[in-house]
């Protein structure tokens, strides 16, 4: 293995690490606005402060857990074609 692809591997493992928290927050956020569901008009009128930050939260994880899953696409493609 080169140096340059130690690098990437390396850049790889960080990134599933990210994935796994991104993931786990993603969970959490989704537990705390499991009661929203299914929505309906009134749940919709009377959404708290705390749930619209839940829902952020979980818009927030899952654009970075793409990110991240994207960059692993591209990371793991390298290695598996210069191996």
């Known amino acids: ?10 850049r790889l493992l960080t990134s599933i690490e990210k994935c796994k928290i991104h993931a786990k927050r993603l969970q959490y956020a989704a537990s705390q606005i499991k009661e929203l569901f ?4 009134d749940k919709f ?6 749930t619209i930050g839940n829902i952020d939260q979980m818009v927030f994880r899952f654009t970075k857990l793409q990110d991240e899953t994207n960059m692993n696409f ?10």
């Open 1 to 10: 293995m080169t140096a340059y692809q130690q690098i990437i591997q390396d």
């Open 38 to 41: 299914p929505l309906t008009v």
């Open 45 to 50: 009128n009377t959404i708290s402060e705390a």
């Open 74 to 83: 591209h990371h793991f493609n390298y290695i598996s074609k210069n191996d």
